[in-house]
């Protein structure tokens, strides 16, 4: 006998920007809501504009898995050297997570590495994605997520900001050039700029959102 699930899970987004994490969920089956305090109009998902941690507080039990992306600007080497000043969210993220009961993942950067809980990295290749594109998830609230093997960077990589040579890969980082390979590259057609320098590659998130339902599965037959 085949075990279904009767319904669409639904996700929650949080912190969720132009909706790169959404598409790979949505893409793997689920519903979306997304939640970011700043509006995003390019958000090709249901969206609510609110602070992502209190509405997580109030909201966060009635979904079924939970992402979180708290903003990586005070772990990137960039924003360190230009002496900005951005707030530390992923233990308060965390711990809001945590009191939902539900499983989560928590995205960011390498630079997070420190504070994130045995996290799985996942990398362009991984994918078939021409960019290296390193993020970290750390899971909880019961769900797992098994490392894929790390597949050696064998392309050059273009320089930060210039064209990207045929047979490179590119960063897309900053003011990169070459937004329209971008969102080729990356599978985000309706993000700008601002989206994709800083959007988790939504192949990553299919990734996870299958893994999510192969469990549920798993635990049902």
Same mark, same amino acid.
């Given at each position: ?6 319904? #669409?899970?639904?996700? +929650?987004?949080?912190?969720? =920007?132009?909706? @790169? $994490?959404?598409? @790979?969920?949505?893409?793997?089956? %689920? &519903?979306?809501?997304?939640?970011? +305090? ?13 602070? $992502?941690?209190?509405?997580?507080? &109030?909201?966060?039990?009635? %979904? ?7 903003? =990586? ?15 530390? +969210?992923? $233990?308060?993220? #965390?711990?809001?997570? !945590?009191?939902?009961?539900?499983? *989560?993942?928590? &995205?960011?950067?390498? @630079? $997070? ?9 996942? =990398? ?13 998830? &750390?899971?909880? @609230?019961? *769900?797992? +997520?098994?490392?894929? #093997? ?11 900001? /210039? ?42 998130? !299919?990734?996870?959102? /299958?893994?999510?339902?192969?469990? #549920? ?5």
């Amino acid at each position: 006998m085949t075990t279904t699930i009767s319904r #669409r899970l639904r996700v +929650l987004d949080l912190f969720c =920007c132009q909706g @790169g $994490a959404a598409k @790979g969920y949505a893409d793997a089956g %689920f &519903e979306v809501t997304g939640v970011d +305090l700043a509006p995003q109009p390019r958000y090709p998902y249901t969206f609510v504009q609110a602070d $992502a941690l209190a509405y997580v507080r &109030e909201y966060g039990a009635g %979904f079924d898995f939970i992402h979180a992306s708290p903003p =990586c600007q005070f772990d990137s080497d960039c924003q360190r050297l230009q002496g900005n000043d951005h707030p530390d +969210l992923i $233990a308060p993220t #965390r711990a809001a997570l !945590e009191a939902t009961g539900r499983p *989560f993942v928590i &995205e960011n950067v390498r @630079g $997070a590495l420190p504070k994130l809980r045995t996290p799985v990295l996942l =990398c362009g290749p991984m994918f078939g994605l021409a960019t290296y594109r390193h993020r970290y998830f &750390e899971t909880g @609230g019961g *769900f797992h +997520l098994v490392q894929p #093997r790390h597949l050696p960077h064998t392309a050059p990589q273009a320089k930060m900001g /210039r064209p990207v040579p045929v047979g490179h890969y590119g960063q897309f980082i900053g003011n990169f050039s070459g937004v329209a390979l971008a969102r080729q590259v990356m599978g985000v057609p309706w993000m700008n700029r601002d989206g994709i320098r800083e959007c988790i590659p939504p192949a990553y998130t !299919e990734h996870l959102g /299958r893994a999510l339902l192969a469990s #549920r599965l798993e635990a049902a037959a």
